[in-house]
């Protein structure tokens, strides 16, 4: 785990013990998935080509198409998590951001 968290506090909160019972929960299913399952995390990488198409992708839709996008990519990075399959959650995460930034843009002309 290359991971850390600082946490300053005088106390333990309970919302922070949740928080941390939580991680820890979470990490020792995906161990045990990853244990079970042959799997060695490795992070993606994408090629900037790729990122740039899809940018271009997103200029020519219109704002209807963009926030029916967004209910769907929210759906499935939900499902995503859900799954505990991280990699894919945060590509549907990024790919919100640039489609909402967007729709920001074509909203303000």
Do not use: W
């Not at 506090?9 to 013990?17: C, L, P, Q, R, Y």
């Not at 990853?34 to 839709?61: C, F, M, Y």
């Not at 939900?78 to 951001?97: G, M, Q, T, V």
């Amino acid at each position: 785990m290359d991971g850390s968290v600082i946490m300053y506090a005088d106390n333990i909160t309970k919302s922070m013990k949740q928080a941390i019972e939580e991680t820890d929960r979470r990490r020792t299913k995906q161990l045990e998935y990853n244990k079970n399952h042959g799997i060695t995390p490795r992070t993606i990488i994408k090629s900037i080509p790729e990122q740039v198409a899809t940018l271009d992708d997103l200029k020519n839709k219109t704002q209807h198409d963009l926030s029916r996008e967004i209910i769907e990519i929210e759906m499935q990075m939900k499902k995503y998590a859900e799954e505990l399959d991280f990699e894919n959650a945060i590509s549907c995460r990024d790919r919100l951001r640039r489609i909402q930034i967007e729709l920001e843009k074509k909203n303000s002309k």
